[in-house]
């Protein structure tokens, strides 16, 4: 069985600080992985992917990669409150293709 | 242009009753995903569909099931609803061939069963 596993939270954090979200995942042979947002009574949206160890950085938005550890996570800098939305880490493997998503991390930046 | 869309995008129904949510994606994907998303925002996969094959299903009632016309639809049938369906269902889609690209979601079906 997959997993994917993240601090259901919420986590609040103020105005213009670092949040960061932390992914863990089971399936050692995992090869994509990705940062949704959702809002509520929205839809996911990707807002960073990431395939190589390391750090991948996107404006305000860095995802890091440790394979090694199986751990995925993203840091938003500036947090601002239309941050405020539910991450969701997924995760695909090279055998099913299929996105398998974490719980999500409700985030909550207040002013 | 919708990429993914999905309706109708809300649903009210009676214990029993037999429904069906309608996806359509505009992309050129080959597989396309049903998720569900419970109230404490746990997206889970119900469905996959690659070519019109059925890739896995997972764990899901037989009273759901997908129908794939074509590879830009995937509808879902749902028979004798129960309290327990009302959820949000997210239609999703994906390049088959390219595993490092993101699934691009429909704007989702709030399914409430009274």
């Known amino acids: 069985q997959k997993e994917v596993e993240q601090n259901s939270g919420p986590l609040s954090v103020p105005e213009g600080a670092i949040a960061s979200l932390n992914c863990t995942y089971s399936?050692?042979?995992?090869?994509?992985f990705f940062w949704y947002r959702q809002y509520s009574g929205k839809s996911p949206e990707l807002i960073m992917s990431?395939?190589?160890?390391g750090d991948k950085e996107d404006g305000r938005f860095t995802a890091q990669l440790n394979k090694a550890s199986q751990y995925v996570s993203l840091l938003i800098r500036d947090s601002q409150p239309s941050d405020s939305a539910t991450y969701l880490c997924?995760?695909?493997?090279?055998?099913?293709?299929?996105?398998?998503f974490g719980r999500g991390t409700s985030l909550i930046v207040h002013p | 242009d919708t990429a993914v869309s999905q309706t109708p995008k809300y649903l009210v129904t009676q214990m029993g009753n037999d429904k069906s949510i309608k996806c359509e994606q505009n992309?050129?994907?080959?597989?396309m995903y049903w998720y569900k998303q419970d109230s404490k925002k746990f997206l889970k996969i119900m469905f996959s569909?690659?070519?019109?094959?059925?890739?896995i299903n997972e764990t899901v009632p037989n009273r759901f099931s997908p129908k794939s016309p074509d590879k830009a639809h995937l509808n879902l049938h749902i028979n004798s609803l129960e309290l327990g369906d009302s959820a949000v269902y997210f239609c999703?889609?994906?390049?088959?061939?390219?595993?490092?690209?993101?699934?691009?979601f429909g704007q989702g079906t709030r399914l409430t069963v009274v």
């Open positions: 992309l050129g994907h080959d597989t």
């Open positions: 399936d050692r042979v995992s090869q994509s």
């Open positions: 999703a889609s994906s390049p088959y061939d390219r595993q490092n690209t993101e699934a691009f």
């Open positions: 990431i395939y190589s160890n």
């Open positions: 569909y690659n070519n019109k094959e059925l890739i």
């Open positions: 997924a995760v695909r493997s090279g055998g099913s293709y299929i996105p398998t």
